[in-house]
Every structure is written in structure tokens, then in C-alpha cells.
């Protein structure tokens, strides 16, 4: 059985950095897509940041780059979401996904091109 398990949310003041992590188990995932979500109160699930199988190619939304860098060691079947210069707007809870492939272009950006989800972990930026 898949399992996605995300581990360092927290609280942190606008301007901190967070470093989130999310192990995969059950499978092996050196050869998917990777990906971050995240759901901020009374909103839409959103597309963060994804990164190719080779972790060389990476992706971002407009409102995080620069900011967020995502990265990931197949060795360890993990995929890591560093995010700097936190704001109060990237409150949210923050998921990782698998594809069951890699993946490119427009279909990283979409929640069903990932198959598999973690349960997420909370992220709150104060002011």
C-alpha cells in the first residue's frame, strides 16, 4: 500500500523558512513526478511546486518562485519543499502527490495527474 507521509509544517513569523518533507512507502518513486499542494482556509487546492523523476527539471506556481525551491533524493524515496521568505498567504495545508510516471509540461500543474496523496501537513505564517 502507497503511503505519503509529510512532516514539518509549523508556525513561523512572515519573513522565516519552513522545510517540509514527504516519504514515500509501499512503492517506488524514483521514476514519478512529484508534487506540492496546498489548501489554505475556504480555498481551492492549489498547485506549489513539482519536480521531475530526474529532479533536474522543477516547476512553481507564480506566487511561490523565488521563493520555495523544491527538491528531491530518490535514494530515499523523498521529496522536500523548502520555503523561505515566508508570507502570511502561504497559511495552508501543504500535500505531496505522486504521478505514477513522469510527467511534463501543462500536466504538472494539474491534481489529477498525481495518483497518489499524502494527508498533508499545516503550515501557518503569522504577521
Known amino acids: 500500500q502507497v503511503q505519503l507521509v509529510e512532516s514539518g509544517g509549523g508556525l513561523v513569523q512572515a519573513g522565516g523558512s519552513l522545510r517540509l518533507s514527504c516519504e514515500a512507502s509501499g512503492g517506488t518513486f524514483s521514476h514519478a513526478l512529484l508534487g506540492w499542494f496546498r489548501q489554505g482556509p475556504g480555498k481551492e487546492r492549489e498547485f506549489v511546486a513539482a519536480?521531475?523523476?530526474?529532479?533536474?527539471?522543477?516547476y512553481y506556481a507564480d506566487s511561490v518562485r523565488g521563493r520555495f525551491i523544491i527538491s528531491r533524493d530518490n535514494a530515499k524515496n523523498t521529496v522536500y519543499l523548502q520555503m523561505n521568505s515566508l508570507k502570511p498567504e502561504d497559511t495552508a495545508v501543504y500535500c505531496c502527490a505522486a504521478a505514477r510516471m513522469d510527467s511534463s509540461g501543462r500536466y504538472v500543474y494539474f491534481k489529477s495527474s498525481y495518483a497518489y496523496w499524502g494527508q498533508g501537513t499545516q503550515v501557518t505564517v503569522s504577521s
Open positions: 519536480i521531475r523523476s530526474s529532479g533536474v527539471n522543477t
